[in-house]
């Protein structure tokens, strides 16, 4: 297999949210599955502070106790993990979902849900994720394809590490951008090349200019631009590929006169 070009795609395209469409009535009925379902998917995303967001595949489940003032209802449901971010502004029910052949992941989630004089909301949910085939159905399926690996990987976070210092070589960004998390890690081998890693990472804005010497805070999360990046990584030639999307601040309020950046998260622990 040839060697990936190293491209740095640092492209600002303005990404627009897509306009959520309106959630329908919960009741109490029986032909409701529908409704409930959809509102408690929205509800666990809306929840959800890191990694991707989840679309709804099947309901399992679907149970509605009778009580004063409306029903209490049981679901569950079988949830697909999609290639939105958390971070990315484009609305679950417009993601893609992962294919098999990409270790796509589900999630087995138990919700429970009150509906009262015409008001549903989710009181409780627990999810179970998993890849959704074994890795012997893989073999089966795919058996060249990368395998995930831990995200904590120490091999794969060298080439992470490697990746955030030539994204901060771009001099056209502004500020600095820091590592806020790695969503996924894969690892696969690759004729003359040796053990391939990959990964998906998303970094945050930080209150530094470029070029600055300053010590770094990480902007607040919806004040800050952020990047979502899939790079490629192998000890004998590093960083091998690295591909990256900007998406824009969900608040957009100018600061006051005068007024400093606010700081919502500790600064990193100085290097040794």
């Known amino acids: 297999m040839k060697g990936l070009a190293i491209l740095l795609l640092l492209s600002s395209a303005l990404q627009s949210c897509t306009a959520a469409p309106p959630l329908e009535p919960v ?9 409930a379902a959809r509102a408690a998917t929205h509800q666990i995303n809306e929840n959800h502070d890191h ?81 959704a085939k074994t890795a012997r159905e893989m073999v089966t399926i795919c058996a060249d394809c990368p ?23 771009n001099t056209t960004n502004q500020h600095y951008y820091s590592l806020q998390e790695v969503g996924r890690m894969t690892t696969g081998y690759i004729m003359n090349v040796g053990m391939n890693y990959y990964a998906q990472i998303v970094l945050v804005e930080n209150s530094c200019p470029m070029g600055s010497t300053e010590e770094c805070y990480p902007i607040c999360p919806d004040r800050a631009h952020h990047a979502f990046c899939r790079m490629s990584y192998s000890n004998a ?20 006169p005068h007024q400093l950046e606010p700081i919502c998260m500790d600064p990193p622990p100085p290097t040794p």
């Open 27 to 35: 009741t109490c009925m029986k032909n409701g599955s529908a409704a």
């Open 51 to 131: 990694g991707y967001k989840f679309k709804l595949n099947v309901i399992q489940g679907h149970k509605i106790q009778k009580v004063f003032g409306g029903c209490d209802i049981d679901l569950k449901l079988d949830l697909l993990e999609t290639e939105c971010h958390k971070v990315h502004p484009t609305h679950f029910e417009d993601c893609i979902i992962y294919g098999e052949d990409e270790r796509e992941v589900m999630a087995n989630c138990s919700v429970k849900m009150t509906v009262r004089n015409g008001y549903a909301q989710v009181t409780k949910y627990e999810c179970g994720t998993r890849q």
């Open 147 to 169: 395998t995930m690996i831990s995200l904590t990987s120490p091999k794969g976070l060298k080439g992470v590490q490697q990746a955030v210092q030539k994204f901060n070589q």
């Open 237 to 256: 030639r590093g960083i091998r590929s690295l591909e990256c999307e900007y998406f824009p601040p969900s608040n957009t309020d100018p600061l006051q």
